[in-house]
């Protein structure tokens, strides 16, 4: 069975902070795919990046970074500089072929 | 834009009324669709993964017969919630695969928030 770990239900940071975002994940396949969804009080989800198992390298897009540690089981999502805007529930998720498996959310409440 | 459409946004139903959600894949013919379910401050549950043309799958404690889904084309997956009550007030959201697929074009519609009163 497929398991996400968010152990961080909610965060806050004054703007222009960083704040990294936890989480964890078991799973028994080989080939797997990780994700971050934004979930902002709209209640739509955001795509922000997928990450496949056989891909170590961490990635950067603007204030964003993540840090994929297979040897952890770790995927962990660095905001730089944090901004009001940044305010919302984030999930990371983990997939199989056919479906996906959220983690319970981090709530990340930037205040100016 | 949107790739997948999903309507109503919000829904307001007396209890015991039946409401129906529709889902619909814009740019791309989708073979498979899923229904999730979300409790305020809570993830994302999985209830049901709907195949066009055949039976949807259910995840375990989901209800086939009070959540109705029906996929019968390509581009449309429908969540019927019969005969409502107010513990079925939730939001709901679906999401829809290409047919090439990969897992990361998984696409989600806008959510729809249901309250049953």
């Known amino acids: 069975a497929q398991k996400v770990t968010q152990a961080q239900t909610e965060i806050s940071v004054v703007e222009k902070e960083d704040v990294t975002l936890d989480c964890v994940y078991e799973t028994r396949d080989t080939t797997y795919y990780l994700f971050w969804y934004k979930q902002p009080p709209s209640g739509e989800l955001v795509f922000l990046i997928r990450?496949?198992?056989?891909?170590?390298q961490n990635e950067i897009s603007g204030r964003y970074s993540w840090n994929f540690q297979k040897s952890t089981s770790s995927f962990n999502f660095t905001i730089t500089a944090s901004q009001v805007v940044d305010s919302a529930v984030y999930f990371c998720?983990?997939?199989?072929?056919?479906?996906?498996?959220f983690g319970k959310g981090t709530m990340l409440l930037v205040s100016p | 834009g949107a790739v997948v459409s999903q309507h109503p946004s919000w829904v307001i139903c007396k209890s015991g009324t039946s409401v129906k959600i529709e889902c619909r894949s814009l740019d791309f013919q989708a073979t498979t669709m899923f229904w999730y379910r979300q409790f305020p401050k809570q993830s994302l549950m999985l209830m049901a993964t709907s195949n066009e043309g055949s039976k949807a799958t259910y995840e375990q404690g989901v209800e086939k017969d009070k959540f109705l889904i029906n996929h019968a084309s390509l581009t449309l997956s429908t969540l019927t919630v019969t005969s409502a009550h107010p513990e079925d007030s939730s939001f709901y959201i679906c999401?829809?695969?290409?047919?090439?697929?990969?897992?990361?074009?998984?696409?989600f519609g806008s959510g729809t928030q249901l309250s049953v009163l």
């Open positions: 999401s829809a695969r290409d047919p090439t697929g990969v897992v990361e074009k998984l696409f």
């Open positions: 998720a983990l997939a199989g072929y056919s479906t996906l498996t």
């Open positions: 990450r496949n198992s056989f891909d170590e």
